[in-house]
């Protein structure tokens, strides 16, 4: 494949990314109430093709993951890990100790180091927060402290 450059980008969305964003989660059934939010937006792209995103937001000393969506196509090709862990470091590189995930595929989670937790152990500012979020699924947890620690 001499000649052939391939060009990942995986960063934080940016303006120029809604128009990608918006088809691309109407396309995986999202609702404008879902895509339109104030949460933070974090893609995939390979040589410009969106290929998966992810959503997330910050409460206090918390990163809270709410979906990493990767087309059909190009799961299980490691999409929703570099996601994830660009969000983890995104958040951690910016004060986060600890991150949940509420998604619904526990071996995901568990393979980045997520745990399961019951909402039980959680500060109060935070069950109040995950309080407002419609169809709860399982709930996980990882300390961020050191998680980046041995990467490079």
């Known amino acids: 494949m001499e000649g052939v ?12 990314d809604i128009d990608n964003l918006i088809a691309f989660l109407s396309a995986k059934g999202f609702k404008d109430k879902d895509i339109y939010n104030q949460n933070d937006y974090y893609v995939y792209y390979d040589n410009d ?9 910050n409460e206090g000393e918390y990163c809270i ?23 983890l470091n995104s958040y951690e590189c910016n004060g986060a100790k600890y991150a949940l995930s509420y998604g619904g595929c526990q071996g995901f989670c568990e393979s980045l180091g997520f745990s399961p ?36």
């Open 5 to 16: 450059k391939v060009l990942i980008n995986i960063r934080k969305a940016i303006i120029k």
């Open 65 to 87: 993951i709410e979906n990493i969506i990767v087309d059909e196509k190009f799961r299980k090709n490691k999409v929703g890990t570099a996601i994830a862990k660009t969000i």
């Open 117 to 152: 937790m019951s909402q039980d152990e959680l500060p109060a500012y935070i069950k109040n927060v995950l309080s407002k979020v419609e169809n709860m699924r399982p709930l996980y947890m990882l300390s961020l402290e050191g998680y980046f620690k041995n990467c490079c």
């Open 49 to 57: 093709i969106l290929l998966g995103c992810g959503t997330s937001f």
